[in-house]
């Protein structure tokens, strides 16, 4: 028989970053558990979440259905906090249509000559912002890839990066400490920057209405579910459709490969090998580097009531509360060596040694179960492509002193440098 939920101790005192101001977002749950035990309670801005850390927890939290628990709401409560309602109404593609197959060879060919337009952009010698240069990177990608004619390239493309950079979903959880300042606002500069995107794409809409070739990609399938609507109407649609595909897709590749190239800067036998074309230790590599950065709240919303085994007992967990655990808790302090960057230890897409480990759920770099990410085999290809070239076609020196620091509010995601990675450069 399920226990109510108050057997469970609560966090007194805890808040999360997005309702009351937090130095150290992680530092402050590892406080709570490291007083309360592997699974406690924390109520935050009127809202109440269940923390669960332990191997019998993490393993009930992955197994939750998505009816019951559902990851979908979750991550709509937090996106919501910074990006304008607009965007959510009426979606016909989501994100979750972007691999069909054949696509991730589109979008790797798309990421090749991104590459070659980087390349362009960094000409012979320079200094760069490694994160900075990702990220524009992932734009070209994606935007080439499901945005429609002209959009990566020109005018179109700097317009779009500027507002997508105003409209950085992601936000919400790398700096949720800023989500009272957006409400405050009325998402003022996010409902300016939706309606830029919206001006650029509705062109590229018109540019391929006028073109005789169909586009086979996924521009011209969220082209097609928007084929019976009144002429204004689409171009909206396939506008707002294009925006939610492009904020959910790319950020946290870009920065996984960010952090990707800091590691192997600071590797060079493994740099190396990358270099000379191993693709199988370039993929570890990204694994490594990815499972290093985590900082994601995993977080299910509860809309049925549900019996959760924590571990220490079952409890009842009523509809309106979340159940989460958080990734930089677990991923490299629940075994001892897992701190350091081993590349070596990833077999695949998996731990080498997860049977040494109390449950092998409790290390992640793309998750587990049912909603683990549909992306990763094209993550990690586009991170070795990308790391291959860039490292292989230019000598780097890094400028920073000390390993690069995550931003400390952050709570969710894959980390965001809190500092600038400026690093030299020559063509090789
Ligand atoms: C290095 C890059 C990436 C990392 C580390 C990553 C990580 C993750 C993780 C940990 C989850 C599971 C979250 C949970 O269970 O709550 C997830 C789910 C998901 N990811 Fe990724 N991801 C990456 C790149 C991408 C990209 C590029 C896309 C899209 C283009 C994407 C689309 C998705 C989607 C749609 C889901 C939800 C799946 C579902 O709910 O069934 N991810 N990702």
Known sequence: MPAPLDVLP????????WDVPVDDAVGVIAAARASCGDSFVVRSGGSEYLFTFSPTGVESFYALPEGVASKGVADYLMLRRKLPD?????????????????????YLAHLDHALDATEDELGERGSVELFALTRRLGHRMGLASWAGPGCAEGDAFEELVRAFDVLDGSQAFVHPDAMAAVAASGKRDERTALDDVA????????????????????????????????????RRG??????????????????????????LLGHPE??????????????RCALESTRLAQRSIMARAVVEPVAFDTG???????????????????????????EGWEPARWNRHRLAEAGALASPMLVTAFGHGKHSCPAQPFSLSAMTMAMT????GYDMTPLWEDYPCPVPAQIGGVARSAGRCEALYVRR
């Open 312 to 338: 220490a007992g079952v409890v009842d967990v009523p509809p309106g509360w979340t159940i989460a655990t958080l990734l930089p808790l677990l991923n490299t302090s629940v075994a001892p060596g897992l």
């Open 86 to 106: 607009a965007l959510f109404a009426g979606r016909r593609l989501l994100p979750s249509s972007l691999f069909r197959r054949d696509d991730v060879s589109s």
């Open 199 to 234: 001006t650029v794409i509705e062109d590229a809409v018109r540019q391929h209405d006028s073109e005789s070739q169909p586009d086979d990609g996924l521009f011209g399938r969220i082209v097609e579910a928007w084929a019976s609507e009144a002429a204004e109407v689409r």
């Open 270 to 283: 493994q740099l190396r090998l990358v270099v000379a074309g191993d693709a199988d230790l370039a993929q």
């Open 238 to 263: 396939i506008a707002m459709d294009v925006a939610l595909i492009h904020i959910a897709s790319m950020s946290n590749l870009m920065a996984a490969l960010g952090w990707a190239i800091v590691d």
């Open 10 to 17: 609560l966090a007194d005192g805890v808040g999360l970053p």
């Open 389 to 392: 070239r860039l490292l292989g």
